[in-house]
């Protein structure tokens, strides 16, 4: 009997394991390419990130060289000597989407600007995600006191209007890049605080979670390596839903500041369409509705793409 | 397939076991808005090393609760365990069960629980050390004991981690300090006597520490035949992994994680100084810890810190070699592809490979006694045997001793050397397997045996089935006395009055009933 044991079938050990995680990630793309509205989102979210990549490499290859320093402009000024000249397909790509504020093209000054826009949001994203799934994670998971109060500062968080409360915390500390990016940090995390911490509490009562604890585990142990992995998946698909609303809110407090009349930002898609709001009233409708589009359609594909990412990443889900 | 045990199983006169889990008055109450439920109530018994201790019963009579009390992993609330003394090892985890919560009790469903935050911080502190390293757990269902997201290798591997660090890197460092005139010298053993390969293999192999290369290097003298072959095979399979690793830091990491063990395992025993020791031998552990901690603590502070940096080189070749040790135990729990289950996901795999990867999980850190609740419960019956005969063949090979929880009696008989008979929270019969099945004492005992259904019940005529009349009570109010008089065919005026002592009516033989003796429990 104890010989059976130690020389069942010892096998020499191969190179497997790196080929079966390709296996995996294979068998994950292909399932996911499945859902085609999935698949178009997917892409155009990846060639708005490949511009903006592209653009942070360098901008020439875009052929918005010669536009970095025309681009510290002051919104909001009308010039009847200048007004911006509808969309043109016939000649340069520069003008197919017209132009803007002090004939400004649009369409290379909008990919220019997209860097802007996606670096930051997704700074604040994963930052006030890491924050909050921590913070909703620890609530969950010791209860309490904790518990009590982390829930009761994000119901203060949302009783607040989002956009009027990052606009208040911005109005605080100052117009800058950097403190709308913490102000909307802080608007942020509570969403996901909520969310991992319902999740953390659901996984907290599982066998597994006591099996951990039977075989030793401490407590954050326990949390780091048990329950925020299980936790996750719905947070990825949080993520892809934020970077949505994130670049919407984003744009949004650049393009009442750019209305406000200040001065002196790089070009952010939402100043950009803050630059042709005065237009509007005499009918010419592109630098509003151009850029606006723009964002519309990220934030359509990135929601796409989380919906599809749902059916995918978790390993529970999918057989 | 395989018989009940035998006479062997009984201690010889001379050889004297050794206690290794030891429960004292084990009380566990559920405070519920309905009522007190006392679901354990005084339970004793102790189990030796090496032993395989049964604990029988309907469903309901608190076996899975002894189970959890024993780890003090009662779901709290409502559970909490009240009273008594659980000793692993010598160790009480209970010995401040008092001080971790003062319960005042002003009705049935009044019940105020005022918890002391920071005694049950240090407790469950204690409880962690002791978790996993000293006892493992094998849980019902094993589907839902795995954690979904983590790759079973991951699992194995992070048990391994959590307590066994000086002995990887023990082993790792004996690997590298290997010369190659050792190996020389073994193939020359090996080839003097081709024979017995298997026996000089073992003896080097633990004479080095490379006890999990064992079935590898077996495996290359069994494959090849010349000498230069051997060797090349031999080196390359040490060295494996070892290149990158520099030495020196491995047996700084080791010193550091032994001098963490020894500070841990003090701690430990002055936790434990509530428990009948005297005042200076209390002062003579607080006087080594702080010498400890003056002589090492120092030292070890720098290396705290260039442990961040140079930490993540170590960590990995920890890791490695943790994942040699999960093949290891994985290849221990007759899993044939060891490779591939590292690298799956637990719903990748059967129910029976579920169940082992649960015990290579409870084995990783190698306890000295393992619990198993219920854990074929789940599986059908051919896999059952697999893992009853698995659990059984660990025993012996590893010689940890098993509480085996279980409702079955078959199962009992197969696989136990002692039986502890468990009705409504109490132990009613304790003895060895052979004698209890073959002369119950408690009437219990006598129903529960008889009402096992044989083919002969069919066959001849006029003969039923045999069951106990009634059913298990309700342990909000339970029955006065000895909880079994109202089901119990023999019962006496006294039964409803006062309970029964577990008392010893032989050398092995424990019951509790008032018709083997008149002892009254306080």
């Known amino acids: 009997m104890v010989e059976e044991i130690g020389s069942a079938g010892y096998e020499k050990t191969l190179p497997r394991r790196r080929a079966k995680r390709l296996d995996n990630a294979k068998s994950t793309f292909r399932l996911f390419i499945k859902n085609r509205t999935a698949l178009i989102g997917m892409i155009i979210t990846i ?29 909001g000024h009308l010039a009847n000597s200048e007004l911006p000249t509808p969309p043109n397909f016939s000649g340069s790509w520069w003008y197919y989407f017209g132009t803007t504020y002090s004939r400004i093209p649009i369409l290379p000054v909008m990919l220019g600007a997209l860097k802007y826009d996606l670096t930051y949001t997704v700074i604040i994203v994963f930052i006030g995600m890491s924050v909050g799934v921590i913070i909703g994670s620890m609530a969950g998971f010791y209860g309490g006191i904790l518990d009590e109060v982390v829930m009761r500062i994000t119901d203060i968080f949302f009783s607040l209007p989002f956009f009027v409360f990052a606009l208040a915390i911005v109005y605080v500390l100052g117009f800058s890049f950097q403190n709308v990016v913490i102000a909307l940090i802080i608007v942020w995390w509570p969403t996901y605080a909520r969310l991992t911490r319902g ?118 889900l999918r057989r | 397939m395989y018989s009940i045990q035998n006479s062997e199983d009984k201690p010889k006169e001379n050889e004297k076991k050794e206690t290794y889990l030891k429960v004292e008055n084990l009380v566990t109450n559920f405070y519920t808005s309905r009522g007190i439920v006392k679901a354990l109530d005084k339970v004793s018994f102790s189990i030796n090393k090496g032993e395989i201790f049964g604990l029988v019963g309907e469903s309901g009579c608190g076996k899975s609760v002894t189970a959890l009390s024993i780890m003090d992993l009662v779901t709290d609330p409502p559970g909490r365990v009240v009273s008594g003394k659980v000793i692993i090892d010598g160790f009480n985890i209970f010995s401040d069960v008092k001080d971790l919560a003062r319960i005042k009790v002003k009705s049935e469903t009044d019940v105020k629980i005022k918890k ?185 502070r720098s290396y705290k810190i260039k442990k961040i940096f140079t930490g993540k080189r170590v960590e990995k070749i920890f890791r490695q070699e943790a994942r040699r040790r999960a093949k290891e135990i994985l290849t221990l729990v007759n899993l044939s592809d060891p490779e591939r289950i590292l690298s799956a996901y637990p719903h990748e795999l059967s129910g029976g490979m579920q169940q082992r990867v649960m015990i290579a999980i409870a084995l990783a850190s190698d ?120 089901r119990c065919d023999f019962a006496m005026p006294i039964c409803s009055q006062s309970k029964p002592k577990l008392i010893n009516i032989n050398d092995n033989r424990k019951v509790a009933c008032f018709l083997y003796s008149t002892e009254v429990d306080a």
């Open chain 1, 47 to 75: 060639a708005y990130f490949v511009i903006a990549v592209i653009d942070y490499i360098d901008p020439r290859w875009l052929g918005v060289e010669n536009l970095s320093t025309a681009l510290l402009f002051v919104p």
């Open chain 1, 199 to 316: 999740l953390a509490l659901e996984t907290k009562s599982l066998k597994y979670i006591e099996a951990a604890k039977a075989s030793g585990a401490s407590g954050v142990k326990t949390l780091f390596s048990h329950i925020i992995p299980n936790v996750l998946s719905p947070v990825y698909v949080q993520i892809s839903l934020d970077l949505g609303s994130v670049i919407q809110i984003f744009a949004g407090i650049f393009f009442l500041i750019g209305a406000l009349g200040s001065s002196s930002f790089p070009l952010e898609i939402g100043y950009l369409l803050s630059a042709g709001l005065p237009y509007l009233s005499i009918g010419i409708w592109w630098p509003v509705i151009v850029p606006a589009l723009f964002l519309l359609l990220f934030t359509v594909s990135v929601n796409l793409m989380g919906d599809g990412l749902r059916d995918v990443l978790d390993p529970k």
């Open chain 2, 116 to 300: 002391n935050k920071r005694a049950i911080k240090r407790h469950n502190l204690m409880l962690s050390k002791i978790r996993g390293k000293k006892i493992g757990m094998v849980f019902q269902e094993p589907s839902l004991a795995l954690n979904p997201v983590l790759r079973a290798g991951d699992q194995i591997i992070e048990n391994i981690m959590l307590h066994n660090r000086v002995a990887i890197a023990d082993s790792l460092i004996n690997r590298a300090n290997l010369s190659m005139n050792d190996v020389d010298e073994l193939i020359k053993d090996i080839q003097a006597n081709r024979n017995e390969m298997g026996t000089i293999l073992n003896a080097w192999c633990k004479k080095n520490a490379l006890a999990d290369i064992e079935a590898q290097l077996l495996s290359i003298f069994r494959n090849y035949n010349d000498t230069k072959d051997i060797e090349t095979e031999i080196v390359t399979l040490i060295k494996e992994g070892l290149e990158t690793v520099d030495t020196n830091a491995l047996i700084e990491a080791r010193n550091y994680y032994e001098y963490i063990e020894e500070l841990q395992s003090l701690n430990l025993s002055r936790y434990n100084s509530s428990e009948n020791i005297t005042e200076e031998t209390l002062r003579d552990i607080e006087g080594r810890i702080k010498s400890l901690q003056n002589t090492e603590g120092s030292k070890y």
């Open chain 2, 367 to 486: 306890p000295k006694l393992l619990i198993a609740d219920e854990a074929t419960t789940a599986l059908d019956v051919t896999t059952q045997a697999q893992i009853l005969k698995l659990i059984k063949n660990l025993n012996q090979y590893v010689g940890a001793s098993i509480l085996f929880i279980t409702h079955d009696l078959a199962v009992i008989a197969e696989m136990c050397n002692k039986v502890a008979v468990m009705y409504a929270g109490n132990i009613v019969e304790e003895g060895f397997v052979l004698e209890i099945f073959d002369k119950p004492k408690h009437p219990y005992t006598v129903g529960l045996l008889g009402a096992i259904p044989s083919p002969q019940v069919k066959s001849s005529e006029g003969l039923k089935l045999k069951t106990i009349k009634g059913s298990v009570p309700n342990l909000i109010t339970p029955p006065t006395g000895c909880r079994f008089h109202p």
